[in-house]
């Protein structure tokens, strides 16, 4: 089976270009279920009703978010009602929403796992002994774990630690594409950063001037999202559904 991953979606444009996009890709790669990281998939960032119901009817099954999934107030009634949107498994117990999505496709089980490092982001729960438990709970071996962190140590410790227990590890939240795919022991694929899919002249997604002009003079600047053309980051994981050990993976980038 074949599993494709869209690194984090920015705004307006990062969706109408899924919109437009996604169906291509999916048939070029023979793709069997599709995750898409939509934190960024409103406009200023984190996720609404709106982002969320384009992308899912675009071709999304799962989405997973990160740091900004509780950005907007509108999105709490989203965690409590969608069970295909993910918020980081890692936070506290008792906070809305879900960080493990299992979806039934009729032959095979696949589980999405959201997960978020705490090296220079929030102090969470401890993403490696959280994973011991999650894994613990599932009854597939197609696991892939959305790894929202910021730091590339933290990314490949994860990797390493979760090598032979998942299918794939799928770095997020940096917006730039690593260049280190590969296979580890035991059959896991992993990816430091997936990338993003929106303006790709950019500063992760903001107007360039206005990124530049924040952090010259560190003064308060209201981003806006950039209007050049957009591209599309992603890696397709090809994978044995019978044991959950990932074959291969191939990072796209879509211009």
């Known amino acids: 089976m074949k599993l494709l991953f869209l690194g984090d979606v920015v705004g307006r444009s990062g ?6 996009n996604l169906w291509r890709i999916k048939k070029e790669h023979d793709i069997d279920f599709t995750v898409i990281n939509g934190e960024n998939s409103a406009q200023g960032n984190g996720i609404t009703r709106e982002s969320f119901n384009e992308l899912i009817r675009v071709g999304a099954d799962v989405i997973t978010t990160g740091n900004h999934c509780f950005q907007r107030k509108e999105s709490v009634e989203l965690y409590e009602s969608e069970p295909l949107l993910l918020r980081p498994v890692n936070f506290p117990e008792g906070v809305v929403g879900r ?5 039934d496709t009729g032959p095979v089980r696949i589980a999405v796992v959201n997960l978020m490092g705490t090296v220079y982001l929030d102090s969470l729960d401890n993403p490696f002994t959280v994973m011991d438990n999650v894994l613990e709970q599932l009854d597939t071996p197609n696991i892939f774990v959305d790894f929202h962190a910021e730091a590339t140590a933290e990314k490949k410790a994860i990797g390493f630690y979760l090598a ?24 896991t694929a ?18 360039t001037r206005l990124a530049v002009e924040k952090l010259k003079t560190h003064c308060p600047v209201a981003f806006k999202e950039s209007e050049s053309p957009c591209f599309m980051n992603a890696a397709v994981i090809t994978f044995n559904e019978k044991n959950g050990r990932a074959d291969k993976i191939e990072r796209l980038i879509i211009r």
């Open 164 to 187: 032979g227990r998942v299918t794939a590890v799928l770095g997020t939240h940096t917006h730039v594409q690593t260049a280190d795919e590969t296979v580890l022991d035991g059959g």
């Open 190 to 207: 992993y990816i430091s950063d997936v990338g993003m899919t929106g303006p790709e002249c950019s500063v992760l997604g903001v107007d």
């Open 99 to 103: 960080g493990i999505a299992v979806v």
């Open 15 to 20: 969706v109408e270009y899924v919109r437009k």
